[in-house]
T-cell receptor, first 111, second 110 residues
Framework: NAGVTQTPKFQVLKTGQSMTLQCAQD?????MYWYRQDPGMGLRLIYY???????DKGEVPNGYNVSRLNKREFSLRLESAAPSQTSVYFC??????????FGPGTRLTVT | KNEVEQSPQNLTAQEGEFITINCSYS?????LHWLQQHPGGGIVSLFM???GKKKHGRLIATINIQEKHSSLHITASHPRDSAVYIC????????????FGTGTRLQVFP
């Protein structure tokens, strides 16, 4: 089992560019999440998906879109990147009322 | 909305010391999570608990639901325990969205 995988690991974008962060899990989990982590702040939820075909906004959704492509994959898209979106992005998944499993993170810098 | 406070923010210890990290939250919850973030950035879940106490190796987590408080203890600390420890609680009873604390950075020196 690879667990939760994320690509890419690092990315540098110019302001206004777009990109998609990919996340996949092979644990047959129903729920998937996207978080961002900024210095001095706790992890903050961007979007989540309770099951295939459903997505909901979290605490900081502005500037992002998501797609739950199938049960395994949950992608996060930045349509027009801004310096304020410089952050480390984590994808996570879970089954039922159990703990979340986190991916290794994507470090994104927007210049 | 729930608010989570952790203390201390930073903690240094000598190898072998007993460590306690505290977490307080403002709204009643269904469960509380303790996570560990390694220096390389990876995050792993240590405990999920809704009452009482759980133990895994040298780690012990306790929760007092009435006082809205949890503690994470590390017995016989070791340099490999150096990490950021993060507390997280559910936003409220009706959701599994988590609210995270800002973490406690622990450094254990040999």
């Amino acid at each position: 089992n690879a667990g939760v995988t994320q690509t890419p690991k690092f990315q540098v974008l110019k302001t206004g560019q777009s990109m998609t962060l990919q996340c996949a899990q092979d644990m047959n989990h129903n729920s998937m999440y996207w978080y961002r982590q900024d210095p001095g702040m706790g992890l903050r939820l961007i979007y989540y998906s309770a099951s295939e075909g459903t997505t909901d906004k979290g605490e900081v959704p502005n500037g992002y879109n998501v797609s739950r492509l199938n049960k395994r994959e949950f992608s996060l898209r930045l349509e027009s990147a801004a310096p304020s979106q410089t952050s480390v992005y984590f994808c996570a998944s879970k089954f039922g009322n159990y703990e979340q499993y986190f991916g290794p993170g994507t470090r994104l810098t927007v210049t | 909305k729930n608010e989570v406070e952790q203390s201390p923010q930073n903690l240094t210890a000598q190898e072998g010391e007993f460590i306690t990290i505290n977490c307080s939250y403002s709204v009643g919850i269904s469960a509380l999570h303790w996570l560990q973030q390694h220096p390389g950035g990876g995050i792993v879940s240590l405990f999920m608990l809704s009452s009482g106490k759980k133990k895994h190796g040298r780690l012990i987590a306790t929760i007092n639901i009435q006082e809205k408080h949890s503690s994470l203890h590390i017995t016989a600390s070791h340099p490999r325990d150096s990490a950021v420890y993060i507390c997280a609680v559910h936003e409220n009873y009706n959701t599994d969205k988590l609210i995270f604390g800002t973490g406690t950075r622990l450094q254990v020196f040999p």
